[in-house]
């Protein structure tokens, strides 16, 4: 019987020197593989980035709530940006 | 007949051959989209055929230019039937199970890597720049895909017998990424790109400590299939064109 | 839309700790995966955001049938990358769900095995390449409606899923305006492409909105807890709204001829669409939901052994690891 690959938390420094941020999670069979899939899910292989991959049942939590992590600008090819179409003004905002 | 190609000529060839491989193995790649045995991996592939697609544009449209008939990438790659297609024979193979998909990878991007680092010292900088652009992308495709197999063939009994059958399946089709003809002699006395059995030290360097560690065996028979850098296909090209270029050849007036 | 027709749970909690945790929601306080919540709340969300979820990885295949008959390189590029922006989209529905309690796994068996569902407009085919068009046209458009209240839904990881997905689908019901653009204007025979896509996609994006629920009770509990955010009507009038000019600037005819602007209302009069038909699609008697789940079944059977080989392998390393330490 199969098992799960176990989910990791995914944090990730852009190219301006931030902190790492946690940008989501996902699965993966180990800690170097979950590195590589969050390169390709969670930055789409854009350079100069460092990723940190934790197991979530390593982060302990505090119980009240705090405000979530914002999400990092997804850079991606030119076609992903909704300017690269041109859309005629008459037709409005989409 | 020994008589010096044109040199335009076999440049033309010999960006075909790569435009037309990156072509089909991108095709066959994002054959995979929404069928891949976990969402990460469909989207790792989704990326990998990208790069292939992107890279077929920029192959073939420098091809175009080369040539210099007004044909630009996409009639390249959408209005040549199979004999004028010169992609290597490995990359046509269909898809099969995931583990000839990953198999079939590997053993291009070993191929790959080091062949766009020789073509970064192209004397030809067009060339140079192209392949700067893509190596950058394939370095990460040979990381990926040779992991891969390192864990599938030493993963469950079942994952390596399906990787020892993969590779025993695919062998025959690697001799000839190395094999050289006039084109490529032509273009390797011009400077323009590598002879290609200048990549085989790196290639096989690379196949036998990736698969030594995936403790799979490289199988000791010799033969190998040639032809696709020539235009003298498998059956299964000639199915992939009719998918892909159908639109365009139904509606030959369309611009879409 | 993406989740149609959820069910609310009831739940039997405390009537004090209800009361404290309606005032949270009610003053704009996200929920956290850790804090204490009603069973009921929990046990709708994992069903909405699992139906979301499976949306979008059930959605990838009406697109992804057209992946290698696009027409020309840029456009197989663009729809490769909006497909895998929906298995991307899938992955971060999933992961918000999970920290409800529930797993991956079992999430894709209840789609497997039919006891989840996805939304009614995948069921439907692709024909031709106008679809590709108007799938992104009406289909994301629609589900923009949808998605962009929903960014501030009160459970804080499904409204940041969102607000990553927002970011990604604008693209995406652009590049299928794009390609309507094209086809419109194009030869005959591409126009009549567009014409004929809209006719079919017209009422299925209609139906995403699922059927009228102003008196559900349902929908009152969701919209309490504000994980539903707007009635499916004013969705839906929202969309037509929206859409009926789209179609003009585009030359083409919304299949409807009850469509006519009402200045009262300020907005369009329309046909409803044929709930008959609705119900038997999310019955299972849509033209493609067969194939539908039979691709998904397929990609997660025959994926077994890749799964299982990488985490034996990881296992492996591990204990390799122990023992040289």
Redesign the interface.
């Known amino acids: 019987m ?4 176990p ?1 990791w938390e995914i944090f990730i420094r852009g190219q301006h020197g931030l902190n790492h941020r946690h940008v ?7 800690a ?2 979950a590195v ?2 969050a ?3 969670y930055t ?2 854009n ?1 100069g980035v460092s990723i940190w991959v934790v197991p979530s049942n390593a982060i302990t ?1 505090s ?9 990092e ?2 850079n ?2 030119v ?4 300017t ?5 003004d ?3 905002k ?1 | 007949m020994s008589v010096a190609l044109d040199l335009d000529v076999a440049l033309f060839e010999g960006l075909c051959r790569l435009g037309d491989s990156t072509l089909v193995l991108g095709h066959r790649v994002s054959e995979w989209c929404g069928h891949a045995p976990v969402l990460e991996e469909d989207i790792a592939l989704a990326n990998v055929a990208l790069d292939l697609i992107g890279q077929t544009q920029m192959w073939l449209g420098l091809a175009g230019e080369v040539e210099g008939k007004g044909r630009d990438a996409d009639a390249l790659a959408f209005r040549r039937d199979v004999w004028d297609f010169r992609n290597l024979l490995l990359v046509e193979r269909p898809n099969g199970d995931f583990g000839q998909t990953l198999m079939r990878q590997f053993l291009f991007d070993a191929w790959h890597q080091p062949m766009l680092k020789a073509l970064e010292g192209s004397g030809d900088p067009r060339i140079a720049a192209i392949a700067a652009k893509a190596g950058r992308e394939v370095a990460y495709h040979l990381e990926r895909s040779a992991d891969l197999v390192i864990r599938l063939g030493d993963g469950t009994a079942e994952s390596h017998t399906r990787m020892q059958s993969a590779l025993d399946r695919l062998w025959p089709y690697t001799g000839e990424m190395m094999m050289a003809d006039d084109t490529d002699r032509a273009l390797a006395e011009a400077g323009i790109m590598p002879a290609p059995d200048s990549i085989r030290p790196q290639w096989e360097a690379l196949v036998t400590e990736v698969l030594s560690e995936a403790t799979l065996k490289t199988p000791d028979q010799g033969f190998m299939h040639k032809g696709g850098k020539q235009g003298t296909h498998s059956e299964h090209l000639g199915h992939m064109l009719a998918t892909m270029q159908w639109l365009q050849r139904a509606y030959p007036d369309a611009t879409w | 839309m993406y989740a149609q027709m959820v069910k609310s749970e009831a739940s039997n909690d405390d009537p004090a700790l209800l009361a404290a945790f309606q005032a949270r929601i009610d003053a704009g306080e996200k929920i956290e995966p850790k804090e204490w919540m009603p069973e009921g709340y929990r046990k709708t969300l994992i069903r909405q955001i699992g139906q979301h979820a499976h949306s979008e990885i059930v959605g990838q295949l009406p697109e992804g049938n057209w992946i290698t008959r696009a027409p020309t390189l840029e456009r197989k590029a663009i729809l490769l990358a909006k497909v895998q922006d929906e298995a991307g989209h899938g992955l971060y529905l999933y992961c918000a769900a999970e920290t409800l309690g529930v797993s991956r796994d079992e999430l894709t068996e209840a789609l497997l095995s039919g006891k989840m569902k996805y939304s009614s407009i995948f069921n439907y085919p692709t024909l031709t390449w106008a679809d590709m068009g108007a799938v992104g046209w009406l289909v994301d458009g629609a589900a923009i409606m949808n998605q962009v209240p929903l960014q501030r839904t009160s459970f804080g990881p499904y409204a940041r899923a969102m607000v990553r997905i927002c970011k990604e689908e604008s693209f995406h019901q652009r590049q299928g305006y794009d390609i309507m653009m094209k086809m419109a204007r194009g030869t005959p025979e591409q126009k009549a492409m567009a014409q004929d896509a809209l006719n079919r996609f017209w009422y299925p994006s209609l139906m995403m909105f699922g059927p009228s629920d102003k008196d559900s009770v349902h929908s009152a509990q969701s919209m309490a807890w504000k994980i539903k955010m707007n009635t499916n009507d004013e969705l839906r009038q929202k969309f037509v709204d929206q859409t009926v000019p789209q179609a003009e600037y585009l030359g083409l005819t919304i299949p409807d001829p009850a469509v006519k602007w009402n200045e009262e209302k300020g907005g369009y009069d329309f046909s409803e669409p044929d709930w008959t038909e609705f119900f038997e699609v999310i019955k299972g008697n849509g033209p493609c939901n067969a194939e539908r789940i039979e691709a998904r079944q397929k990609a997660w059977e025959d994926g077994a052994w890749f799964r299982d080989g990488l985490m034996a392998h990881a296992a492996k390393q591990r204990t390799a690891q122990v023992a040289a330490e």
Do not use: C, N, Q, T
């Not at chain 1, 989501?24 to 180990?30: I, K, N, Q, V, Y």
């Not at chain 1, 076609?79 to 909704?82: K, L």
């Open positions: 199969s098992s799960e690959w989910l989501g999670s996902l699965h993966a069979p180990d170097e593989m590589k899939h390169r390709d899910v789409r292989r350079e939590a119980s009240p709530s705090e405000k979530g992590p914002l999400f600008p997804s991606a090819k076609y992903r940006h909704p690269f179409f041109d859309i005629p008459e037709v409005g989409m």
